[in-house]
Structures are given as C-alpha cells and as structure tokens.
T-cell receptor, first 111, second 115 residues
C-alpha cells in the first residue's frame, strides 16, 4: 500500500514564506502532486514533480526527493487568499493509476 | 470550455433511499475518478473509470455502491439504501489520459446528507 503524511495545520502571516511537508511510503510512483482546496470546494491542481528537485510556478514551488521519500510545497509572499487546505498526492505504478491523497494541511494566513 | 460538472450540488435523502450522483467530465476527457471527503479529512479514492470500463474500484464499499461511465452521458455514482454514514462530499474528477497524467480536474462536488 501507500500512505502520505502531512502536518494537519500551519499558521503564518501575510507576506511570509511557509513550507508544507509531505512524507510518503510507496513502492514506486510517477510523481508527487499538490492540490489546493478552499472551504470544501473543488480541489485545484497546483504543482507536480516527476523528478527530484524544485519546480517553480510563480509564488508556489514544489520539491521532491525520492531518496528521502519526501517532498514539500513552498508558498512565498503569502496572501490572505492562500488560506486553504493543501494536499499532496501520488500515483503509484502498481495501484492501477489512482491518485492517492494525503490528509491535507490547513493553512491559515493571518494579517 | 465548461469544467467538470457535477449535479446535484446538494442532495438530501432519508435512510433507505437511493442516491444518484452525476458527473460530466471536461470535454475530451475519457477518464473519470470519484472521491469521497468527510469534514476535515482528505480525499478518499473510490473508483476510476474509463468509457464503459471500470479500471479500479478498490475504494468502493462492497455493497450498496456502484459506478458507471457509459459510452454516452455522464458518469453515475449510485448509492443504494443510504445510511447516515454515507453523508459526505462526493467529488468527481476527470483527466484526458491515464496513469502518467498527474493533473486531475475536479468538479465542485455533491454534498450528500442522509437524514
């Protein structure tokens, strides 16, 4: 099987930088994805790492280290609208292609 | 270009009734996934379908739950004889291709409440 672990909640202030970690256990997977969900609405895709290293998309960056079974999402110049739940997810080679999500990290951005 | 459409947005059922949740994937997408979410929890995989085929239903309860994605029309998640524990948000997602594609497009979900 596979499992992903994230902190349940993180709090930061506007303008700051926050890192949301994700550790996983899986026998082999295509890559690590990150999704954002506001107030129980539709989750939206943020970022994907197929290879080790850093991927940057505007204020958001994501990192993957397969050797450490670890990844993170980095949010810079935090804004109030970034308050949301953030989920890491993997698709493993031998799990039929389904995308498995972590339990999510609730990010609260304070003024 | 419409996104993933789910209906109804809210569905109220009494115990023992049937719930039918519909999902129309984005245009050109042939892969559909259903997820269930309880408050303050993550998205739990239920089933993965392609047109007329169930690819993976490992997350579906063995009884009362079924899903289909016919050649024509939306994907349907059907819950028979609902119980209070079925109350949750049910999200549908679609993608244009399968396993290697990391990006799923989600609908706004159906909130099922069982009285």
């Amino acid at each position: 099987g596979q499992s992903l672990e994230q902190p349940s909640e993180v709090t930061a202030v506007e303008g700051a930088i926050v890192q949301i970690n994700c550790t996983y256990q899986t026998s082999g997977f295509y890559g690590l994805s990150w999704y954002q969900q506001h107030d129980g609405g539709a989750p939206t895709f943020l970022s994907y790492n197929a290879l080790d290293g850093l991927e940057e998309t505007g204020r958001f960056s994501s990192f993957l280290s397969r050797s450490d079974s670890y990844g993170y999402l980095l949010l810079q110049e935090l804004q109030m609208k970034d308050s949301a739940s953030y989920f890491c997810a993997v698709r493993s080679y031998n799990q039929g292609g389904k995308l498995i999500f972590g339990q999510g990290t609730e990010l609260s951005v304070k003024p | 270009n419409a996104g993933v459409m789910q209906n109804p947005r809210h569905l109220v059922r009494r115990r023992g009734q049937e719930a039918r949740l519909r999902c129309s994937p984005m245009k050109g997408h042939s892969h559909v996934y259903w997820y269930r979410q309880l408050p303050e929890e993550g998205l739990k995989f239920m089933v993965y379908l392609q047109k007329e085929n169930i690819i993976d239903e490992s997350g579906m309860p063995k009884e009362r739950f079924s899903a289909e994605f016919p050649k024509e029309g939306p994907s349907i998640l059907r819950i028979q004889q609902v119980v209070r524990g079925d109350s949750a948000a049910y999200f549908c997602a679609s993608s244009p291709s399968g396993q290697r594609n990391p990006k799923l497009f989600f609908g706004s979900g159906t909130q099922l409440s069982v009285l």
